[in-house]
């Protein structure tokens, strides 16, 4: 490898910047951040609020983006665990030998 990676530092240009660039987007995909809520429940559990360090223009921001998309909020849980069942489709497949 270190002998390829000679050759193509001497004919390619820029080629050492573009192989750390590919190497810091192979370790993006191994950690998957969480979807972070913007709201919790109270202590007692009987009010939703926002969470600590959220504004109200970011919880305004996201509400605007769930409106656009035009679905009710059981159509995006459909379309959630629909996903989950594809995928888990696809690693039975690819599993099967």
């Known amino acids: 490898m270190r002998g390829m990676d000679y050759m193509m530092k001497q004919t390619v240009p820029y080629y050492s910047h573009a192989k750390k660039a590919m190497k810091a987007n192979q370790s993006r ?26 504004t109200v223009n970011q919880a305004a921001r996201k509400l605007y983006e769930y409106e656009q998309t035009g679905l009710s909020p059981k159509e995006i849980v459909d379309l959630i665990q ?7 489709r696809v690693k039975k497949y690819e599993s099967w030998d």
């Open 29 to 54: 995909g191994k950690h998957k951040k969480q979807p972070r809520t913007l709201t919790e429940y109270t202590e007692s559990g009987k009010k939703a609020v926002l969470r600590h360090g959220v």
């Open 82 to 88: 629909r996903a989950e069942n594809l995928t888990e």
